[in-house]
């Protein structure tokens, strides 16, 4: 079957570590599992998937920016630049295809810092709260906007 277009996830800073990192938030999933996780239901939908993790600010605005001309849809973990990053919201509002922002924890009910997200602004939509689930919705979601 031809495929439908690429989705792309983009992974942002301390995200290499999940699995080793506070698995009382953000469960015992690597990035690795839910890669594979993600490829199967982008697979399922139709689509190409380019998974990709950076700890650097200026990588993850290179990737939305290449995301323009390359990409059919983003879902977009970033870490802790969604709370800081002016510059991420900016690459993103560059983009004229659907994004999803997406949490592993629900970042509304937990520290203050954390209710802030510079990404909620220029995304289509948030999945927030769902651990690795969050990455499968939001990938559901990318394929079903692509429908409409
Ligand atoms: C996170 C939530 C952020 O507040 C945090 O900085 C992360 C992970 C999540 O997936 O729950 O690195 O984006």
Redesign the pocket.
Known sequence: MAKRGSLWVLN????NLLGEREPG??GGDSLADIEKLCAEAAETAGFDLTFRQTNHEGEMVAWIQDARTEASGVAI????Y??TSVAVHDALRLLDIPIVE????N?FA?EEF?HKSYVSAAATGVV?GFGTH?YILAITALAARMDL
């Open positions: 942002g800073p301390n995200l938030i953000y973990n970033a870490g802790a969604t709370h997406v949490h592993l924890s970042i937990r954390r927030c969050s």
